[in-house]
């Protein structure tokens, strides 16, 4: 069933959320039905493992990658982040070498305390570094964030003092969910094959 009618409304879900992986997948798989067609999908995962909040992206990165997936390429792992200082680059490596890149931004952030562990899907670019007042590019046709902690003062000492395992649930959700989301919309026959190729890797690392 196509979402247009909601597709622009923002979904916001606790990762502690029954079921939260369908309802992210439904989203997701939705919205990559309805704008992404035959265009090549570009994830680019934004942060750096030097702080623990911020490592939410390079973390689902290399989850990602672990697939070896030739549906979708990643930029932004914990071995070679995406941060403030190469992600203007990345961003021309990535207009230079795909036609007309589907991109979804992934990216922690800060939020209310009553936010916190909650992600989030919308329409529209991630925009790094706003929460720590740096004026970086924003990334991608949509994107996906996770509240790692609370924001309005001392926001570096707050993403470097995030508990890791906050951290490492919402990469295990956003990675299973992403990752189901982009199977989904492939045509059949190459989903059929994706699937089975990654059951093996994928089984007993995410919640169902």
Do not use: W
């Amino acid at each position: 069933m196509k979402l247009s009618f909601t597709k622009d409304i923002p979904l916001k879900v606790p990762y502690t959320e029954l079921n939260v992986v369908g309802i992210l997948v439904n989203r997701l798989s939705a919205i990559l039905d309805e704008m992404s067609g035959d265009r090549p999908i570009v994830i680019v995962c934004i942060g750096t493992d030097r702080s623990t909040g911020d490592s939410l992206g390079p973390i689902i990165g290399t989850s990602l990658a672990k697939y070896q997936s030739p549906h979708f390429s990643i930029y932004g792992t914990l071995e070679e982040p995406v941060h403030a200082m190469n992600l203007e680059d990345t961003l021309l490596h990535i207009n230079r070498n795909f036609h007309k890149p589907f991109v979804i931004g992934i990216d922690a952030c800060l939020g209310q305390v009553s936010s916190i562990g909650s992600i989030q899907v919308g329409m529209g670019p991630v925009r790094p570094g706003a929460g720590v007042n740096k004026e970086l590019p924003p990334v991608g046709d949509i994107h996906i964030t996770g509240i790692v902690n609370v924001g309005g003062f001392m926001e570096y000492f707050v993403l470097q003092n995030t508990r890791l395992h906050l951290v490492m649930k919402m990469a295990d959700i956003i990675s299973c969910s992403l990752f189901s989301a982009v199977v989904n919309s492939t045509p059949i026959h190459s989903r059929t094959r994706e699937h089975a190729a990654s059951l093996e890797n994928a089984r007993g690392r995410f919640p169902q």
